[in-house]
């Protein structure tokens, strides 16, 4: 096979929810020298893109959406090592987790693994994560930066009523607020409070850098 037959197969699985064949179509991938961001972001993406955009058609349902989820996470599982592999001293602390009522982790997950390859340590809260879960992990864990991802436009006000919660309790001057998520704009983020937004992992990781440079830089004078 190819290595544009096994990225056009993997488009094709996952559409299809067929986990099995992905999980091999991405491990042929890797032993047939493809990299792992080729796979992510020229089959595995485009794919749930496009099975989102059925979604939206009325030609997918749930059931399709959420198979193809399970098939896009299975290959996640087997690049996760290879995308993360920088070994990189830890650079700050990310707390991240899906808003309350959002079960989305997809992106959340994508961004997580390419903060971990940057070198960030990172404490994932998973889905449907209350605001008294994120104001007690802050307390816990005080990290430098506080993720929030949102994938659905009734999720997204609990960006508000996070950083409200967070401002309430005191801890909103300790901590960076990013959010994202797919239907979240830099509008959006700056009407509800937060510091950043990053449309893709790779933008966020590198925001979050920016940020915890700057912020040590104004602790410094
Ligand atoms: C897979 C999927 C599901 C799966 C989720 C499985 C899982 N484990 O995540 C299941 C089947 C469970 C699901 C359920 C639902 N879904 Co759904 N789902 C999707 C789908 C197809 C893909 C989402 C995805 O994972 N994309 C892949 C990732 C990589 O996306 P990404 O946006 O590129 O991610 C990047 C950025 O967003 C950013 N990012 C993400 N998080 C963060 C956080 C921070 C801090 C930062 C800085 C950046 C960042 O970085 C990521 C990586 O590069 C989308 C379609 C779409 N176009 O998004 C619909 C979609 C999000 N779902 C939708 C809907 C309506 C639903 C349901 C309400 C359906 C229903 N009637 O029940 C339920 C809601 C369940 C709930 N309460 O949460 C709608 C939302 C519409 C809206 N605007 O509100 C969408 C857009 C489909 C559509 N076109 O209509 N869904």
Redesign the pocket.
């Known amino acids: 096979m190819t290595n544009e037959e096994i990225l056009k197969g993997l488009y094709d699985e996952v559409m299809i929810g067929n986990g099995p064949a992905v999980i091999e179509l991405t491990n042929q991938g890797l032993a047939n020298g493809l990299g792992p961001e080729p796979i992510l972001f020229e089959a595995l993406?485009p794919s749930?893109?496009e099975?989102?955009?059925r979604?939206?058609r009325g030609d997918y349902f749930?059931?399709e959406?959420?198979i193809?989820?399970?098939a896009?996470?299975g290959a996640l599982d087997i690049l996760r090592p290879l995308l993360a592999e920088t070994g990189a001293e830890t650079v700050g602390t990310f707390l991240?987790g899906?808003v309350k009522?959002?079960?989305?982790?997809?992106?959340?997950n994508?961004?997580n693994i390419?903060l971990e390859g940057a070198g960030f340590h990172v404490i994932d809260l998973g889905?449907?994560v209350p605001p008294e879960k994120f104001v007690a992990a802050i307390e816990e864990h005080k990290p430098d930066i506080v993720?929030?991802?949102?994938?659905?436009?009734?999720?997204m006000p609990m960006f508000k009523a996070n950083i409200h919660n967070i401002t309430k309790a005191g801890l909103r001057e300790q901590v960076i607020i990013?959010?994202?998520?797919?239907?979240?704009t830099r509008e959006y983020a700056e009407a509800c409070g937060a510091d950043?937004?990053?449309?893709?992992?790779?933008?966020?990781v590198r925001?979050?850098k920016e940020l915890i440079a700057e912020r040590r830089t104004l602790a410094k004078a």
């Open positions: 993406i749930l893109e099975v989102g955009a979604f939206e749930v059931p959406m959420l193809a989820g399970r896009m996470s991240m899906t009522g959002d079960v989305h982790d997809i992106g959340k994508l961004v390419m889905v449907q993720g929030m991802s949102a994938f659905l436009t009734t999720t990013m959010v994202g998520g797919a239907p979240v950043a937004y990053a449309a893709d992992a790779a933008t966020a925001l979050a």
